[in-house]
């Protein structure tokens, strides 16, 4: 069963399916080793990884397994990351959340804005009962934009990620339905 994967608005962003387009501006933050400090894998360094990257989206959506979503500014179409659910399990009406952001858009919201709209999809669309997310436990500002969207920390995995023999814990986050509170105002479909 196949997931198209949406076109969300909101108030400054639209989130939409990836295009062949994307692949600079994604090799390029996927390839900052300072924005990929934090992540469960290491920077990029072949430009070719972008491709894959955008060819899994779109095997992702086909298979029905979630929807991963670019996300540019909507005044003038710059890239600033993505967002998405994947492990989308509907008899158990659960998904994972997960997203990267450019440096350059850290700490405009755009973060919590492009995960809420997600959010929203999944909960009417989807009929969610409950996303979890994870969060290396030194990324702070990831933690802040999980809490803001209402999730809850449940617990920690201990030493579950090495990446160039760096080892770290991750939080790990959950958001059940009946606790979301979505904000009309701020999303528009």
Not at 44 to 71: H, K, N, Y
Not at 111 to 139: G, K, M, S
Request: hydrophobic share 40%; proline share 5%.
């Amino acid at each position: 069963m196949s997931l198209p994967a949406p076109t969300l608005r909101t108030a400054r962003l639209k989130l939409r399916p990836f295009e062949d387009t994307d692949a600079d501006d994604l090799y390029a933050m996927h390839s900052n080793a300072f924005v990929l400090r934090y992540w469960d894998s290491p920077p990029w360094s072949e430009p070719e990884r972008a491709g894959r990257f955008i060819a899994a989206c779109r095997q992702m959506a086909e298979d029905g397994t979630g929807a991963r979503l670019a996300v540019e500014h909507d005044s003038d179409g710059r890239f600033l990351g993505w967002c998405g659910l994947t492990r989308w399990n509907p008899e158990y009406r659960s998904a994972s959340l997960g997203y990267c952001f450019t440096e350059a858009s850290w700490g405009h919201g755009y973060a919590t804005e492009a995960a809420h709209a997600l959010l929203r999809w999944a909960f009417d669309t989807l009929d969610l009962n409950r996303v979890q997310a994870e969060a290396d436990t030194r990324n702070l500002g990831s933690a802040r934009v999980l809490e803001k969207l209402g999730f809850v920390r449940e617990g920690t995995l201990r030493e579950d990620c090495i990446v160039n023999g760096d080892v770290s814990d991750s939080w790990i986050y959950g958001l059940l339905r009946r606790e979301w509170r979505p904000t009309p105002a701020q999303v528009h479909q």
